[in-house]
């Protein structure tokens, strides 16, 4: 069974960083991109970020671009998320998921961590 299970999130004052985890595991993702998007109280759901697992080619939302970092470790098989001068708007519960490079579809999700950035 696949999981996906994000941690590392809580309340920040604005300005600060943090590093967001999300632990793989049921199977092997090489062939996948693995992705992080971010949902706001009333908000869509929004792309922060994106990896290709196999490769580490990168993408990003305009609205994170030059402020987070989107990283994976293939020993640990876990996938990263550098947040650095968080913003209040940066505010939203936080997911990890993953899809497979031959498709638009996130198929896998985790169930989300809350980012909360102080003014």
């Known amino acids: 069974q696949v999981q996906l299970v994000e941690s590392g999130g809580g309340l920040v004052q604005a300005g600060d960083s943090l590093r967001l985890s999300c632990a793989i595991s049921?199977?092997?993702?090489?062939?996948?991109?693995m992705g992080w998007f971010r949902q706001a109280p009333g908000k869509e759901r929004e792309f922060v970020a994106a990896i290709r697992w196999s490769g580490g080619s990168t993408s990003y939302g305009d609205s994170v671009k030059g402020r987070f970092t989107i990283s994976r470790d293939n020993a640990k098989n876990t996938v990263y998320l550098q947040m650095n001068s968080l913003k209040p708007e940066d505010t939203a519960v936080y997911y990890c998921?993953?899809?497979?490079?031959?498709?638009?579809?996130?198929?896998?999700w985790g169930q989300g961590t809350q980012v909360t950035v102080s003014s």
């Open positions: 049921g199977r092997t993702f090489s062939s996948y991109y």
């Open positions: 998921a993953a899809r497979y490079i031959a498709t638009v579809t996130w198929a896998y």
